[in-house]
């Protein structure tokens, strides 16, 4: 791969950022191609990742916050130390309780869904959306209802949301792979076709040279006949 991109960069600055391009979208899709092959067959794992990973954050926001209040001014520290303590504890249970983490992770997406489908109904029952209205009313009423379903089931609903969350990851990282590789043609073919026309360039160019050579050398030995013949 490394004598393929310099063989490409003898073209050009802009050949090389074309061809690291096509290299960093490639390891992207493969890397998201397999996050989502994880999470689609190993969705509950993943969910305690997450919330695992959930908890760990709000313990680091804690101790953040703890530490600049010690450091802070007199009228912050309070309000620091309070929030610090706050983030530190909610982090410890969320830890002790993986299922209250999901539980609550569901119910955010949830609530999230249900006033999203609140904004756009009420937008599209106030005629502001003009000629979408009616797609707008449709997934207001969408969101809503997935809202609600999630809501009331947190636990399954996220379990049902993550193993789409995987299948999607699958689909973009495929959808990356492929269009990575198709880069990469496109990018050999760019590079023999730029090969093959330098080349041809500098022929062209050197037997231009030979004739106007040879055209020289034969003015230069008609003019010594000529100026043979005055002086004879």
Avoid at 6 to 29: D, I, K, P
Avoid at 85 to 101: N, Q, S, W
Avoid at 138 to 158: D, R
Wanted: glycine share 16%; aromatic share 8%.
């Amino acid at each position: 791969m490394e004598s393929e991109s310099s063989g490409v960069t003898g073209y050009g600055g802009e050949s090389r950022v074309l061809w690291l391009g096509w290299e960093a979208s490639f390891m992207l899709g493969v890397i998201t191609l397999i996050l989502g092959l994880v999470i689609a067959f190993y969705p509950a794992q993943s969910l305690i990742a997450i919330a695992v990973l959930l908890g760990i954050v709000m313990i680091i926001s804690g101790i953040y916050h703890i530490a600049r209040a010690l450091d802070g001014r007199e009228h912050e520290r309070v309000w620091r130390g309070i929030s610090g303590v706050l983030f530190l504890l909610a982090g410890l249970v969320l830890l002790r309780h993986l299922h209250l983490t999901i539980a609550l992770i569901g119910i955010f997406i949830g609530f999230t869904w249900i006033v999203q489908g609140v904004m756009m109904l009420m937008e599209g029952f106030s005629g502001r959306t003009g000629g979408v209205r009616g797609w707008t009313v449709f997934f207001g009423i969408i969101s809503l209802i997935a809202g609600i379903v999630v809501v009331t089931a947190p636990i399954a609903s996220v379990g049902a949301l993550t193993i789409f969350l995987g299948i999607w990851f699958v689909v973009m990282g495929a959808c990356e792979v492929i269009g990575s590789l198709i880069t990469r043609r496109e990018m050999r073919r760019q590079a023999t076709a730029e090969g093959v026309r330098v080349p041809g360039q500098r022929a062209a160019a050197a037997e231009a040279g030979g004739q106007a050579a040879t055209a020289g050398k034969g003015t230069t030995g008609d003019s010594r006949s000529t100026g043979q013949n005055i002086s004879g």
